[in-house]
Protein backbone atom coordinates (compact mmCIF):
# COMPACT_ATOMS: atom_id res chain seq x y z
CA UNK A 1 0.00 0.00 0.00
CA UNK A 2 2.85 2.93 0.94
CA UNK A 3 4.40 1.40 -2.24
CA UNK A 4 1.01 2.02 -4.16
CA UNK A 5 1.00 5.73 -2.17
CA UNK A 6 4.15 6.31 -2.99
CA UNK A 7 4.48 5.95 -6.78
CA UNK A 8 0.86 8.23 -7.15
CA UNK A 9 2.75 10.83 -5.03
CA UNK A 10 5.18 11.22 -7.06
CA UNK A 11 3.26 11.16 -10.23
CA UNK A 12 0.71 14.24 -8.58
CA UNK A 13 3.61 16.54 -7.51
CA UNK A 14 5.15 15.83 -11.02
CA UNK A 15 1.88 17.54 -12.10
CA UNK A 16 2.37 20.21 -10.00
CA UNK A 17 5.54 20.92 -9.77
CA UNK A 18 7.07 21.17 -13.63
CA UNK A 19 10.40 18.61 -14.32
CA UNK A 20 13.05 20.38 -13.52
CA UNK A 21 15.84 17.46 -13.16
CA UNK A 22 17.64 15.09 -15.35
CA UNK A 23 15.68 11.66 -14.98
CA UNK A 24 19.21 9.81 -15.59
CA UNK A 25 21.59 12.25 -13.27
CA UNK A 26 19.27 14.61 -11.39
CA UNK A 27 21.18 17.75 -13.08
CA UNK A 28 19.38 20.57 -13.46
CA UNK A 29 17.36 20.42 -16.51
CA UNK A 30 14.01 21.52 -18.08
CA UNK A 31 13.33 18.36 -19.73
CA UNK A 32 14.10 14.24 -19.37
CA UNK A 33 17.57 14.29 -20.04
CA UNK A 34 20.27 17.03 -19.43
CA UNK A 35 22.68 18.50 -21.91
CA UNK A 36 25.35 16.59 -21.27
CA UNK A 37 23.83 13.31 -21.31
CA UNK A 38 21.74 14.51 -24.17
CA UNK A 39 25.48 14.22 -25.76
CA UNK A 40 26.43 10.90 -24.40
CA UNK A 41 23.45 9.18 -25.67
CA UNK A 42 24.33 6.10 -28.43
CA UNK A 43 25.22 7.53 -32.16
CA UNK A 44 22.36 6.51 -34.47
CA UNK A 45 22.95 3.49 -36.30
CA UNK A 46 21.19 2.09 -39.15
CA UNK A 47 17.72 0.18 -38.05
CA UNK A 48 15.40 -2.65 -39.15
CA UNK A 49 12.01 -0.51 -38.92
CA UNK A 50 10.53 -3.83 -38.70
CA UNK A 51 11.94 -4.44 -35.25
CA UNK A 52 14.50 -1.79 -34.86
CA UNK A 53 17.94 -4.03 -34.09
CA UNK A 54 20.80 -2.60 -35.61
CA UNK A 55 21.64 -3.67 -39.13
CA UNK A 56 24.67 -5.50 -40.21
CA UNK A 57 26.06 -5.64 -43.77
CA UNK A 58 23.99 -8.50 -44.45
CA UNK A 59 20.62 -6.66 -43.18
CA UNK A 60 18.76 -6.99 -39.82
CA UNK A 61 20.66 -10.23 -37.82
CA UNK A 62 17.28 -10.74 -35.65
CA UNK A 63 14.69 -11.34 -38.77
CA UNK A 64 16.86 -13.07 -40.42
CA UNK A 65 16.68 -15.90 -37.75
CA UNK A 66 12.91 -15.19 -37.78
CA UNK A 67 11.30 -12.26 -38.66
CA UNK A 68 8.69 -10.84 -35.32
CA UNK A 69 5.09 -10.38 -36.59
CA UNK A 70 5.29 -6.27 -36.51
CA UNK A 71 4.59 -3.70 -39.08
CA UNK A 72 7.41 -1.84 -37.67
CA UNK A 73 8.55 -1.21 -34.80
CA UNK A 74 9.46 2.64 -32.97
CA UNK A 75 11.71 2.97 -30.43
CA UNK A 76 12.48 6.44 -28.71
CA UNK A 77 16.45 5.19 -28.15
CA UNK A 78 19.06 2.48 -27.06
CA UNK A 79 18.79 0.73 -23.65
CA UNK A 80 22.36 2.06 -23.16
CA UNK A 81 23.85 5.30 -20.90
CA UNK A 82 21.63 7.78 -19.94
CA UNK A 83 18.19 6.64 -21.79
CA UNK A 84 18.52 3.33 -20.12
CA UNK A 85 18.20 5.00 -16.55
CA UNK A 86 15.22 6.65 -18.13
CA UNK A 87 13.80 3.65 -19.01
CA UNK A 88 14.34 1.91 -16.18
CA UNK A 89 13.24 4.23 -14.45
CA UNK A 90 9.99 4.24 -15.68
CA UNK A 91 9.73 0.89 -15.68
CA UNK A 92 10.67 0.16 -11.72
CA UNK A 93 9.91 3.38 -9.87
CA UNK A 94 8.89 6.70 -11.43
CA UNK A 95 5.20 6.35 -13.28
CA UNK A 96 5.00 10.29 -13.66
CA UNK A 97 7.58 9.88 -16.55
CA UNK A 98 4.50 8.31 -18.66
CA UNK A 99 3.04 11.78 -20.08
CA UNK A 100 6.34 13.12 -21.47
CA UNK A 101 7.66 9.85 -23.20
CA UNK A 102 4.05 9.53 -24.42
CA UNK A 103 4.50 12.78 -26.04
CA UNK A 104 7.79 11.82 -27.57
CA UNK A 105 6.64 8.30 -28.97
CA UNK A 106 3.55 10.65 -30.15
CA UNK A 107 5.92 13.02 -31.88
CA UNK A 108 7.88 9.93 -33.48
CA UNK A 109 4.61 8.83 -35.04
CA UNK A 110 3.47 11.60 -36.96
CA UNK A 111 1.24 11.30 -39.38
CA UNK A 112 0.37 7.49 -37.89
CA UNK A 113 -2.82 6.58 -37.90
CA UNK A 114 -4.68 3.32 -35.23
CA UNK A 115 -7.54 2.19 -35.07
CA UNK A 116 -6.70 1.60 -31.16
CA UNK A 117 -3.61 1.38 -28.54
CA UNK A 118 -3.05 -1.90 -26.73
CA UNK A 119 -0.30 -2.75 -23.98
CA UNK A 120 1.48 -5.52 -22.88
CA UNK A 121 -0.09 -6.80 -20.08
CA UNK A 122 1.01 -7.72 -16.00
CA UNK A 123 -0.08 -10.03 -13.60
CA UNK A 124 -2.80 -9.10 -11.40
CA UNK A 125 -0.23 -9.27 -8.69
CA UNK A 126 2.92 -8.22 -10.08
CA UNK A 127 1.12 -5.33 -10.91
CA UNK A 128 -0.17 -4.33 -7.41
CA UNK A 129 3.43 -5.21 -5.95
CA UNK A 130 4.55 -2.53 -8.24
CA UNK A 131 1.39 -0.12 -8.31
CA UNK A 132 1.56 0.82 -12.34
CA UNK A 133 1.36 -1.15 -15.29
CA UNK A 134 4.69 1.16 -17.51
CA UNK A 135 2.98 0.15 -21.05
CA UNK A 136 -0.55 1.01 -20.05
CA UNK A 137 0.58 4.49 -18.55
CA UNK A 138 1.85 5.05 -21.89
CA UNK A 139 -1.57 3.25 -24.07
CA UNK A 140 -3.64 5.86 -21.60
CA UNK A 141 -1.70 9.06 -21.92
CA UNK A 142 -1.44 8.24 -26.37
CA UNK A 143 -4.73 7.65 -25.94
CA UNK A 144 -5.66 11.07 -24.70
CA UNK A 145 -3.46 12.81 -26.59
CA UNK A 146 -4.91 11.14 -29.99
CA UNK A 147 -8.11 10.04 -29.36
CA UNK A 148 -7.19 6.16 -30.32
CA UNK A 149 -9.30 3.93 -28.08
CA UNK A 150 -7.48 1.72 -25.49
CA UNK A 151 -9.36 -0.90 -24.25
CA UNK A 152 -7.18 -3.69 -22.92
CA UNK A 153 -7.85 -6.04 -24.53
CA UNK A 154 -4.87 -7.63 -24.60
CA UNK A 155 -4.53 -10.25 -21.09
CA UNK A 156 -2.09 -12.15 -19.02
CA UNK A 157 -3.40 -15.60 -19.17
CA UNK A 158 -0.85 -16.83 -16.31
CA UNK A 159 1.78 -15.64 -14.37
CA UNK A 160 5.59 -15.58 -15.99
CA UNK A 161 9.12 -15.49 -14.12
CA UNK A 162 11.16 -12.27 -14.83
CA UNK A 163 12.77 -12.75 -18.53
CA UNK A 164 15.55 -10.87 -17.22
CA UNK A 165 19.19 -12.92 -17.67
CA UNK A 166 17.14 -15.16 -20.00
CA UNK A 167 18.19 -16.69 -23.41
CA UNK A 168 16.11 -15.62 -26.54
CA UNK A 169 15.16 -19.51 -26.55
CA UNK A 170 13.93 -19.21 -23.17
CA UNK A 171 12.31 -16.19 -23.24
CA UNK A 172 9.76 -17.46 -25.74
CA UNK A 173 9.57 -20.80 -23.72
CA UNK A 174 8.49 -18.24 -21.11
CA UNK A 175 5.95 -16.71 -22.64
CA UNK A 176 4.59 -19.78 -24.45
CA UNK A 177 0.55 -19.05 -24.06
CA UNK A 178 1.26 -16.28 -21.62
CA UNK A 179 -1.12 -13.97 -23.36
CA UNK A 180 -5.04 -13.68 -24.71
CA UNK A 181 -6.73 -11.61 -26.59
CA UNK A 182 -10.44 -10.47 -25.26
CA UNK A 183 -13.01 -10.58 -28.60
CA UNK A 184 -13.99 -6.91 -29.68
CA UNK A 185 -15.71 -6.31 -33.04
CA UNK A 186 -13.61 -3.62 -33.31
CA UNK A 187 -10.08 -5.79 -33.65
CA UNK A 188 -10.99 -7.22 -37.12
CA UNK A 189 -9.33 -5.54 -39.62
CA UNK A 190 -7.88 -2.95 -37.38
CA UNK A 191 -3.81 -2.00 -37.14
CA UNK A 192 -3.43 -1.39 -33.65
CA UNK A 193 -0.23 0.35 -31.39
CA UNK A 194 1.02 -1.86 -28.94
CA UNK A 195 3.06 -0.28 -26.31
CA UNK A 196 5.90 -1.75 -23.85
CA UNK A 197 8.33 -0.07 -22.12
CA UNK A 198 11.99 -2.07 -22.62
CA UNK A 199 12.36 -4.67 -26.20
CA UNK A 200 15.14 -7.02 -25.65
CA UNK A 201 14.79 -10.03 -27.75
CA UNK A 202 11.47 -9.16 -29.15
CA UNK A 203 9.80 -12.06 -27.43
CA UNK A 204 7.24 -10.55 -25.54
CA UNK A 205 6.14 -7.96 -27.87
CA UNK A 206 5.82 -11.70 -30.12
CA UNK A 207 3.57 -13.58 -27.99
CA UNK A 208 1.32 -10.53 -27.67
CA UNK A 209 0.78 -9.35 -31.06
CA UNK A 210 0.52 -13.19 -32.13
CA UNK A 211 -2.63 -12.55 -29.58
CA UNK A 212 -3.97 -9.87 -31.36
CA UNK A 213 -3.35 -11.24 -34.25
CA UNK A 214 -5.53 -14.15 -34.02
CA UNK A 215 -8.68 -11.79 -33.49
CA UNK A 216 -8.55 -10.40 -36.77
CA UNK A 217 -5.97 -7.67 -36.30
CA UNK A 218 -4.83 -6.45 -39.47
CA UNK A 219 -1.42 -5.37 -38.74
CA UNK A 220 0.73 -4.55 -35.43
CA UNK A 221 3.06 -1.31 -34.80
CA UNK A 222 4.87 -1.44 -31.77
CA UNK A 223 6.11 1.35 -29.61
CA UNK A 224 8.66 1.66 -26.98
CA UNK A 225 10.65 3.14 -24.53
CA UNK A 226 14.02 2.07 -25.28
CA UNK A 227 15.35 -0.82 -27.57
CA UNK A 228 17.86 -3.33 -26.09
Known sequence: MRSW?????????????????????????????????????????????????????????ACAVEPIPLEKTV????????????????KETSPWIAPLLA??????????????VEAVPMWPERRRERGYNPPALLAKEISRLKGWPFRGRLLRARPTPPQRGLSREERRANLKGAFVCAEGPELFGARILLLDDVMTTGSTLRASSNALLSKGVSSVVAGVVSRD
Open 5 to 61: VSHWGRQVGALLFPVAQCVSCSRPSLGLLCPPCKESAPKKEPICPRCAEILDREGCP
Open 75 to 90: ALGRHEGAWSRVARRF
Open 103 to 116: ELLVEHLENEEFSA
